[in-house]
Every structure is written in C-alpha cells, then in structure tokens.
C-alpha cells in the first residue's frame, strides 16, 4: 500500500472583530509581506516550511490577542485547486511585485537620462539603487514558486549600477569570455527554468536554430540550482546570457552572438513587449502571440511539449517576417 505524501501547505483561516479597522488592516499587511495568498474568505495559505509555521503561529498570536480567533493547520490539497493552480496564485503576486518594482527602475533611470552626462546626484542614485535592491530581496523571500519578472528587474538594477560605477570612474566588470562566437558555445547543455514562456521559448528556439543546431536543453527549479561544468544558462539568476538592461534574454542572445537580420529584430521586439510589459517597441502584433503562447503553456505542463510547439510558432513567424520583408 502507497504512503498517504506529506502535507505540502499551510493554512491559516482567522476571523477578525469588525472593529477597530487599523486591527485588520495591519492583519492584511502582515499576510502580504509573509507573502501568503487567500483563497478563500479568512482563509491564507502559505507553502510548509519550519519558517512558514513559525510566520504563521506568531500572527495566530497577535490575532487572539487582539480580540479574534486563529488557527493553522497541514493540507495536502486545497479544496477546489489543484497545486498548480494554487502555485500559480504566488506567482501571480510575485510576478506583480516584480512589475511594479521594475517600473520604480525605469522611474529612476529615466529621471537620470533627463538630465546631462554627470549632473545627477550620485548619492541619489545609489540611494535609489539600495531601495529597490532591499525591496527585491524582500520580494525574492516571498518567492515560493520562481515567479517570472526576477530576471527583468535584475537587468535593470545592474544597468543602473553600471551607470553608478561610470559615474565613480571605476571600470565595469565584464567578462570577456561571456563575449564569445557562436563556435565556441557549440556542443553545451543549455540551462533554464522550468515552466518557460515566452522569453525562453524564444531564446531556446534562437539557440537551436540560429546558434547551436545541436543544443540541449535542461529545465530545472528557478531557485537554489548550482551549474555543472560545461553548462550554459540563459534566462535566469545569475545565468551566462539573461536580461541586461532593458533588454529581454533573446535580444541578449542576438547581440552577443551577432544576429542582426531583420526578421529576427523584430520578433525580439515582440518578444519584450510581451516578456517586459512596457510597451517599449508598441508592436500591435504582440497580444495575438502572448495569448498563443499562454495557450501553449496552459495546454503543455512538460517543458519539452512548450518548447516543440513554440518553436513551431517561431518559425513560422520568422519565415512571415524573413518573406514580407523580401
């Protein structure tokens, strides 16, 4: 006989006096920065861990002693969800917070370039930078599930920093190495997180087809992965080609490998209107292929299908882009 598996939530349900209003509200803000998720009317749930249950059992605390009732138990399911669509409830918060912070960036360095070369205020910039820095690290704690948008707003965080190190007359550290032409990538293990969308169903189809024809892809956890020799990440923490900038990893992988063809352009900016969410290059034909490639997703749980049917789409609309342009 099978083992019954070991709970794999927590769950905190709680009702909270009517009165005073401050009680609830900061009851509310407490959940949110636990990062915990409703799914029903006083009800939150948060992944089981020692830290979760800890978080947990001192909120139950504060919420007797204000006048209500609490308390936390183990579930293997959630009544009504299945565990993707619960995961896919973190996500989505944490993919807002991620957005929401990418555009405090965007604030930051726009206010930067209203002005001349060298005329801002270089402790303002590095105030502003550890704001964001502090608030991403509070955002990744509550990242259960490796939500998507870690990746754009690291990007733009080390643009900033890089604009910071000019600034200070220290040289950039880049490594050269990273630099490298297309043969000498040929033959390696291409690395990325599991559950791809857009950015690295494209990325993953450039590399296969424009790149390495003979790449090979692993799909492993977004959070804790350590590389093994000869491996090349792309789209992820600390990977050898992701977001730099505000440039998504695709439009990463053409500049550092030298695509320029015109076709590819402007599938890379689809790819980051869709991948960045801020409309930088305004392509109207970005929509129709966002909700086909979430259609793909939510069609195919297994990376392997999502990559074979995106990169059908890819070439399909590299050859609509290469044939209208001629």
């Given at each position: ?10 769950l905190l349900i709680h009702q909270i006096p009517p009165k ?307």
């Amino acid at each position: 006989m099978s083992q019954p598996s070991e709970p794999k939530w927590l769950l905190l349900i709680h009702q909270i006096p009517p009165k005073p209003n401050y009680f609830r509200v900061k009851i509310g803000r407490r959940l949110q920065r636990l990062g915990a998720v409703p799914i029903k009317n006083s009800v939150y749930v948060l992944p089981k861990s020692e830290q979760s249950y800890e978080d947990f059992e001192w909120l139950v605390r504060e919420i007797v002693e204000g006048g209500g009732e609490a308390s936390v138990c183990e579930a293997r399911f959630v009544e009504g969800l299945s565990e993707t669509e619960v995961e896919a409830l973190f996500n989505s918060a944490r993919e807002a917070d991620y957005l929401e912070l990418a555009g405090g960036a965007r604030r930051l360095r726009s206010e930067l370039s209203r002005g001349k070369k060298g005329e801002y205020d270089k402790e303002d910039l590095e105030s502003g930078i550890a704001r964001l820095r502090n608030r991403l690290a509070e955002i990744e704690r509550m990242d259960f599930f490796a939500a998507t948008g870690r990746e754009t707003i690291e990007g733009l965080l080390v643009s900033l920093e890089e604009k910071l190190k000019a600034s200070l007359g220290q040289e950039l550290d880049k490594d050269e190495s990273q630099l490298g032409a297309i043969e000498k990538v040929q033959g390696r293990l291409w690395v990325t997180r599991k559950g791809i969308h857009v950015d690295r169903m494209a990325s993953a189809w450039l590399i296969r087809r424009f790149i390495d024809k003979d790449a090979r892809f692993k799909f492993v956890p977004g959070k804790g992965y350590r590389p093994e020799p000869g491996e090349l990440r792309f789209d992820m923490f600390e990977a050898e080609y992701t977001h730099e900038g505000d440039r998504c990893t695709f439009e990463v992988l053409l500049q550092r490998f030298g695509l320029t063809e015109s076709a590819l352009r402007q599938i890379a900016e689809i790819v980051h209107d869709i991948d960045l969410k801020d409309g930088k290059f305004g392509r109207e034909d970005a929509l129709g292929l966002e909700r086909l490639i979430a259609g793909i997703a939510m069609a195919n749980p297994e990376d392997e299908k999502r990559l074979a049917e995106g990169s059908a789409v890819f070439n399909s609309l590299y050859q609509y882009f290469k044939r209208k342009r001629a």
